[in-house]
């Protein structure tokens, strides 16, 4: 079967809906019919969601599932399979829900439609690598934010 090496990003946010990419050891060869298999890494409660196969680089791309009320645990083990399910990768990849970050304030509350306005964000579980990348929402618009410490 399949063998799973790693999976890109190995953590975000509980909400789901976003790519993740498994970089494959051994690619098995399949029905064309790809799945990825996300199994509690606590309990045995799992969910199989569709999959594409890049095969540039032998690599399977799902899309991130919402962290669900039967996982009781945090991380979930990610297996994927070529064969439509029938057989999923023993070797699999272990991804981490992150806790949706909370707003507890922003100062100012409000300011000019020009923009330009520094604005001060609080709160929590807001995400620690210094790789990560932060945005801040002002209706239609995003802008990159920085993290003060």
């Known amino acids: 079967p399949t063998q799973v090496a790693s999976v890109t990003p190995s953590s975000g946010p509980a909400s789901g809906g976003y790519p993740l990419v498994l970089s494959t050891a ?11 298999k996300y199994l509690d890494s606590a309990s045995s409660a799992f969910t ?12 399977i791309t799902c899309l991130s ?14 297996s994927a399979s070529t064969n439509g399910g ?3 990768s023993s070797r699999a990849a272990t991804f ?5 970050p909370v707003v507890t304030a922003a100062v100012p ?6 923009g330009g306005t520094q604005v ?30």
């Open 48 to 59: 199989v969601e569709e999959a594409t196969l890049d095969p540039a680089d032998n690599s």
């Open 26 to 36: 051994k690619l098995a060869p399949g029905t064309g019919s790809y799945k990825c």
């Open 96 to 100: 981490t829900f992150l806790p949706s």
């Open 120 to 149: 001060t964000v609080s709160g929590s579980s807001f995400p620690t690598s210094s790789s990560a990348t932060l945005f801040c929402h002002f209706g239609g618009f995003s802008v990159e934010a920085v993290k003060m410490t």
């Open 65 to 78: 599932v919402p962290d669900s009320s039967s996982f009781t645990s945090e991380t979930v083990y990610i």
């Open 109 to 114: 509350s409000f300011t000019h439609e020009r």
């Open 86 to 88: 029938a057989e999923f």
